[in-house]
């Protein structure tokens, strides 16, 4: 006696339900056949790798949006899967993780996570800014000067202007130059330096920094001579300075550091 299946080997194809005929055959040549059902089942679960960690900048706003994410790599048992992540449309200052999901036909599910970190690397703007201020002292040997705050702006919300160095507006300043320093910080740490001199204005806009808040301050004036001593912090480098009726002039100076 003989028994035949008309199917023993199942793949993808056959997830389901699969009708498979049984024969019997005796050994006097006798047959019988009967229908059975054999339910295929794919429990194997996908697989996939995320593409790498993303570091972006802000594009638009206090956001990043466009964000190139990448293409995860996948992997299945059978060959049709579909791929989806929960990624936003514009991603916030700060580290996101995306989660990537990867199904097959039959349900199973695999995730991977990959961080997208947005970091705002626009300093804030520093506006309506006094020019500066010449004055003569008098009997006491001193000026009043007064001028109004400068105001800022940025592409964040929460930016602050303060005052971090010199005398506030309305001080009795004394004979030579004093420098008032105005700083914007943001949310994000970077900031911008604004130099108003007493009495001398050529230099000033090479006097502006504007580097991370972790890092020394880009620049330092001081007066020297009939101009200015420009240091940068970052190389060593010295640039001197000289009032000019149109701007500024600078050239490399190998000078001790004077200020």
Known sequence: MSIVASQTSFDCSDVGNVSVTLTVTDDG????????????????NPSITCPTNVSVNTNSGCTATGVALGTPITADNCTDVSVTNNAPVA??????????????????????????????????????????ISLNAGAACTAVATWSAPTVSDNCSGATITRTAGPASGTAFTIGTTTITYT????????????????????????????????????????HGSGYLVRSHRNGQLLRCHDQPNGRSCFRKRLPLGC
Do not use: M
Request: positive net charge; proline residues 4%; aromatic residues 4%.
């Open 29 to 44: 040549g006798n047959v019988s056949t009967c229908d059975a059902t054999v339910t295929v089942v794919d429990n194997i």
């Open 91 to 132: 991603f916030p200052i700060g580290t996101t993780v995306v989660t990537w999901t990867v199904t097959d036909n039959s349900g199973n599910t695999a995730t991977c996570l990959q961080n997208v970190t947005v970091a705002d690397a626009s300093a804030p703007v520093i506006a309506a800014c006094s020019s500066n």
């Open 184 to 223: 914007a910080t943001d949310g994000a740490g970077k900031y911008r330096h604004l130099l108003l001199h007493g009495d001398r204005g050529g230099c000033d806009r090479a006097c502006r920094g504007r580097v991370p808040k972790q890092h020394q301050p880009q620049y330092r004036c001081c007066l």
